[in-house]
């Protein structure tokens, strides 16, 4: 029974339905001990009578909602035919002002606020607060229309009222604020998962190419001053395709990715992404360009040594192209990735495993 419970309960994936139940298992369990409180105090057949009605009235729509999922209807019809019926003929067969009903009024609103926002709650807001003062208006002017209760009950009355009503609607506020928290911290993962996966390519994990335009242009392009961007392309990778298919060849990017990811120096300001196909840039913030060849050639010896256990013939190279950002033949970030990139392409056919500069 209480797997049953927990797997009903896991498969609540809105706050909408979660907050149904929740509201629906309260008002049960406060319509049950109000049923119950209304039979020892023994103020009448008809309150306890009203209190079943609201029972099986929470169980009914418990079950419609579970079988057509019309959560919201189901929430405001509840909260309409509890305030706007059963909650004005409890408070004449209990006791009117003497008794603990004024509290369920309250709870009333408190359960419609809980509802679904639009123009059928506001409406039903207003006629069930309407309801409310006509029935102490009518209390007010015809005393005699109220059923009487001891001095005795109505202690009992408004103790046990006091706790139940207290203890739900803690209940009900506390779950709601935990609620909301969770759902915060949810749509903050989810908004900061698609930043990441908009910002990063999906194979190696590093930024993509909108990243580092962005990069280039809000950051590089405002303080060009001991920027260098360097190109790498992995060499015969389409040859390497064709041999060994494009699945070990994906690793191969993967790990060239992951060597020239650790280069990163991220608190240095830098910028590593991967430019698509098989061309990495490195976007270095160094003192002077012999430092930034330097680095480069050491990413470039590093490469030779990787290796792969399945394929222990292959060895790779990688080619690559060092800019100064701040050349005075650059006039904005496109003509510096397309010069440094058609530089790449140009001594890639000849002068392969070898780092150059513009």
Not at 192 to 214: E, I, Q, W, Y
Not at 300 to 324: M, N, Q
């Amino acid at each position: 029974m209480i797997d049953k419970i927990k797997k009903f309960w896991s498969a609540q994936d809105t706050l909408e339905k979660t907050l149904f139940w929740v509201i629906m298992a309260l008002c049960l369990v406060v319509g049950i001990c109000s049923t119950i409180l209304s039979a020892y105090e023994r103020v009448g057949t008809v309150s306890v009578v009203v209190g079943s009605v609201c029972c099986i009235l929470f169980v009914v729509l418990s079950i419609f909602a579970y079988n057509t999922h019309m959560y919201a209807s189901c929430h405001l019809v509840m909260c309409g035919i509890v305030c706007m019926f059963l909650q004005p003929m409890l408070f004449f067969a209990c006791g009117g002002f003497a008794s603990a009903m004024p509290l369920y009024f309250v709870a009333g609103i408190l359960l419609l606020s809980m509802g679904p926002t639009g123009l059928a709650k506001r409406i039903l807001f207003v006629l069930s607060l309407s309801v409310f003062l006509a029935t102490f208006l009518v209390a007010s002017l015809y005393p005699q229309v109220v059923l009487p209760i001891s001095s005795e009950m109505i202690f009992v009355d408004m103790t046990v009222s006091l706790v139940v009503l207290g203890s739900g609607v803690f209940a009900l506020g506390s779950y709601v604020l935990r609620a909301y928290e969770r759902e915060v911290v949810e749509k903050k993962n989810l908004v900061a998962k698609l930043d990441f996966l908009a910002n990063h390519d999906s194979l190696t994990g590093l930024s993509n190419r909108r990243h580092l335009l962005d990069y280039l242009g809000n950051i590089v392009w405002l303080q060009r001053n001991n920027f260098y961007i360097v190109m790498y392309r992995i060499n015969n990778i389409e040859q390497l395709r064709e041999t060994y298919g494009p699945f070990f060849c994906d690793g191969i990017i993967c790990d060239v990715g992951r060597l020239i990811g650790q280069m990163e120096l991220v608190d240095g300001g830098e910028c590593v992404a991967y430019f698509g196909n098989h061309d990495f840039v490195h976007v270095m913030q160094v003192e002077s360009e012999a430092e930034a060849l330097t680095r480069a050639e050491k990413f470039r010896e590093d490469v030779t040594h990787l290796s792969w256990a399945e394929h222990k013939d292959v060895h790779i190279t990688v080619s690559g192209i060092v800019a100064a950002c701040n050349s005075h033949g650059f006039t904005n970030t496109t003509q510096l990735l397309q010069t440094v990139y058609g530089q790449l392409s140009h001594f890639n056919v000849t002068d392969k495993n070898t780092i150059r500069k513009i």
